[in-house]
């Protein structure tokens, strides 16, 4: 009988002693999440659950899983949640499965220029008909077609150079101070008076002075021409 008993005991004993396989496991899923807070630790939850509903290989499941833990570790101390740290739980699964999205690329230098130059073009046109219609002593102060193509070509140039400093400086978070802007646009304006004083009075055919309805027609050619660069190199609007 106390041989029994002491068996009895002794299996009592180990079973207490044996360690709690669910217990364990669960601590081990939890281990890298107990220094989130509830909501965080519920976002990586569902993430998870999404993730394997669409089949995600758990490889990249754990991985993805592993550098939420570690930046959310560090930013819910500034009180920023997953939430508004990732979007919703399915913006972020398709984040993960697709790849993060690609940041716009700046438009290029002489696309700006470009668009910028034919667009002042279409201007001066429209103004030197203008003039000339209705005050025909102008076409000596227009200038001829020498003029008017280099004059549309340094203000394109010039105004793409405005446009590309001004948006580098808000893409970096930087205020323009006022002063700089109008320094800028003062120093465009000398650098477009002077090369339009030089060529101005360059003579011959190459310069010559145009008739209202072919300034008229250069216009819409050109305009033309814009709206066809803008689709085939898909040139972004600009303000000009």
């Known amino acids: 009988m106390g041989i029994i008993l002491a068996e009895n005991n002794k299996e009592t004993e180990s079973k207490q002693t044996l360690p709690d396989t669910e217990n364990v496991t669960e601590k081990v899923e939890k281990k890298d999440t107990t220094d989130l807070t509830k909501r965080n630790a519920e976002y990586l ?29 560090e930013k819910q101390r500034q009180g920023i949640t997953a939430t508004k740290l990732y979007g919703t739980v399915n913006e972020k699964a398709d984040e993960i499965i697709k790849g993060p999205k690609k940041a716009p690329t700046a438009t290029p230098f002489w696309k700006i220029a470009l668009d910028n130059g034919l667009m002042m073009f279409i201007m001066f046109c429209i103004m030197y008909a203008i003039l000339q219609q209705f005050s025909p002593n102008s076409s000596q102060i227009n200038g001829g077609f020498l003029t008017l193509i280099v004059t549309s070509v340094i203000a394109g140039v010039a105004m793409a150079y405005f446009y590309r400093a001004a948006g580098d400086r808000r893409t970096k978070g930087k205020k323009v101070p006022f002063w700089k802007t109008m320094l800028l646009s003062l120093l465009l304006v000398i650098i477009w008076v002077s090369a339009y004083t030089l060529v101005v009075n360059v003579s011959g055919v190459i310069n010559q002075t145009l008739e209202p309805i072919v300034y008229v027609i250069l216009a819409v050619l ?18 000009f």
């Open 45 to 73: 939850f569902k993430i998870k659950k999404v993730l394997e509903e669409k089949n995600v290989a758990s490889q990249k499941i754990e991985d993805a899983l592993q550098s939420m833990t570690e930046e959310l570790k």
């Open 222 to 239: 050109v305009f033309g021409l814009r709206y066809f660069l803008k689709k085939k190199y898909d040139i972004k609007s600009t303000p």
